[in-house]
């Protein structure tokens, strides 16, 4: 399956109102939006390696620890795919587009379970 005849190895989740007040929303304790495990699997056939949204996570602010998106997403335990990447709390203001571009995603290079990163999107022309 594809979209438009596209594979995306990346998708950009913008939600609306998408006002730069995004940029010092304080989300603790009001449950944003979140991912079902139904919408990850669906990127998961498409062949798509980083998930980057606007949100401050794929999954329930408050979930028990269960992490069903995440875990999903990395097929984690039973088959992990070390070279995905989910990057929250993005902001594409509204001049950006829909469409596809050219996405370079600059992570800092230390091991950890979660790291810094810095994409940068390339308008394809």
Known sequence: MCLNGAK???????????????????????????MTEESILFLNSIGVDHILLDTPSVDKEVDGGKLVAHHAF??????T??????????????????????????????????SPSKPVLYKVV
Do not use: C, H
């Open 74 to 79: 990395w097929q984690y335990p039973s088959n």
């Open 81 to 114: 795919q070390f070279q995905k990447t989910i990057t929250e709390l993005i902001y594409v203001p509204n001049e950006v587009d829909d469409g596809m571009y050219l996405l370079n995603i600059q992570i800092t290079s230390f091991e950890n379970d979660a």
């Open 8 to 34: 995306p190895e990346a998708v950009i989740i913008r939600t609306l109102g998408n006002s730069p007040a995004k940029l010092k929303t304080q989300y603790t304790g009001t449950n944003p939006v979140y």
